[in-house]
């Protein structure tokens, strides 16, 4: 852990450093503050890769390609080659748009009760050797 400069000559206390750090996607202002709040570190990351899999090619303004089809996935039948697809379309995504990021491993699950498939992608952060597990619910919404 890494001392933080202190507020004062009385108070030190210590906080994990932060390597990364990202704004929420609602721009929620803290209470005490008045600053934006923050993800931070792999918080931050596992945000980036929620969005980037969840928004569809096009759908970025000034740059269209930012995205993956990952929805026009959802109404195929799902098979195995559809499994395929789908985990190497997280792979690309995650390696074209997210730079702090390399994929280890991709599973999909598919859950037929509730028509939905569960992804869990394995990553793991430059720099750092633990793995970051992120699950992802993706429901077909028509």
Known sequence: MAVVQKKDRFTSYKQTPEYFSDFLVDFNIERVGKDLIRNTNEEAIKSSIFNLLMTNRGDRLFDSTIGS????????NFSLSTEEVLIDLIKTTISNYEPRAKVDDVFIISQDDSNALVATVVFHIINKQEPITLEI??????
Request: charged fraction near 35%; aromatic fraction near 8%; glycine fraction near 0%.
């Open 137 to 142: 619910v993706l429901n077909r919404i028509r």
């Open 69 to 76: 089809d990952i929805r026009s996935l959802l109404f195929e």
